[in-house]
């Protein structure tokens, strides 16, 4: 079953923050976070593993709440070159698929200057 | 180190024609997965290989669609007969996958297929 991310778009200015979320009615074993430009290819931004870890990389973290089988990712300070689409991808715990990967819908992320 | 790479990059056909997508994944990434992603929408995955095993393939509609990774590296998918819906971008990614931690997928460029 597909995950289901909010907010479906959000425009921002420079320098402003932003939170998407995605959440997943199944248990998670782990969420992947991407990030694709027009016309090209999705782009790796980070995992999280079920413990509820938080991740960062440069301004852009993550969290995953394992009870909730929710997860945030959180663009801080936002950069122009943040615009484009981000989509998770949840891996099911006890899934007979290792691995296996069903992306959410996206949002889309506009940064005006 | 080279990225996964994919060929050709756009391709057209009409209804009922046969085409096929050719990727090479990362050196060293045992797993290579096939997603068809529609515009607009989220990639779905199509097909999942280890090495040259098939793990996942309960998305792939096998009345038209077949792939292979012949030797545990390139692998192909082939559509045959297409249809007006298979218009999409397929792309290929791979993955250390089946190693501890979990790894990240790593996607190529992508085929843009328009099928009229």
């Known amino acids: 079953q597909q995950p289901v991310q909010s907010p479906q778009a959000v425009i921002l200015r420079e320098g402003e923050d932003a939170v998407i979320n995605c959440s997943s009615s199944?248990?998670?074993?782990?969420v992947h976070w991407y990030r694709q430009k027009h016309g090209e290819a999705p782009v790796f931004l980070m995992i999280l593993l079920k413990g509820g870890e938080q991740k960062g990389h440069e301004k852009i973290s993550a969290s995953f709440n394992e009870k909730k089988q929710q997860s945030s990712l959180y663009l801080t300070a936002s950069q122009l070159s943040y615009s484009g689409t981000y989509f998770c991808g949840t891996e099911r715990a006890g899934g007979t698929s290792y691995g296996k990967l069903t992306f959410g819908q996206g949002t889309i992320l506009t940064v005006h200057p | 180190e080279a990225g996964v790479a994919q060929s050709p990059r756009y391709k057209i056909i009409e209804k009922r024609q046969s085409v096929a997508f050719w990727c090479n994944p990362i050196s060293g990434h045992a797993t290579l997965y096939w997603y068809q992603q529609i515009l607009g929408q989220g990639p779905k995955l199509l097909i999942q290989?280890?090495?040259?095993?098939?793990?996942?393939d309960s998305q792939l509609p096998k009345d038209r669609f077949s792939a292979e990774r012949l030797k545990g590296v390139d692998s192909t998918l082939k559509i045959q007969p297409a249809k007006l819906e298979d218009s999409a971008v397929y792309l290929c990614a791979s993955s250390l996958v089946g190693q501890s931690p979990r790894q990240g997928q790593y996607f190529g460029p992508g085929t843009r297929l328009t099928v009229t």
């Open positions: 199944k248990a998670l074993y782990s």
């Open positions: 290989f280890q090495n040259n095993g098939v793990v996942d």
